[in-house]
């Protein structure tokens, strides 16, 4: 049986509030990394979504940036899941 592939996490930020115009990348990491985003997650009640293309294409950009224009749809099928997990949906 081969190896299991590494898992992989992209933490996004999205915030009208605070001035964003779109998400950003906020972390990112495979392995041992992606499980310490994934248990601060859990830790702070972020809600989650396991998404591995999305992951992966969202785990090309550097931190800091924000999200193209051709992941905007599947980003904001996420943010939609996401306002309906906390109930703004």
């Known amino acids: 049986m081969p190896p299991e592939e590494p898992k992989s996490a992209v933490a996004l930020r999205y915030d009208p509030q605070r001035g964003d115009d779109a998400p950003h990348v906020v972390a990112k ?5 992606a499980e310490e985003i994934l248990r601060l997650a859990r830790e702070h009640d972020v809600p989650l979504r396991s998404d591995p293309a999305l992951a992966d294409a969202l785990a090309t950009l550097d931190i800091g940036m924000t999200i ?10 996420v ?4 306002y309906t997990v906390n109930g703004r949906g």
């Open 79 to 82: 943010l939609a899941f996401i």
């Open 68 to 77: 193209p224009p051709e992941l905007f749809r599947a980003v904001a099928e």
């Open 29 to 33: 990491g495979r392995g041992a990394a």
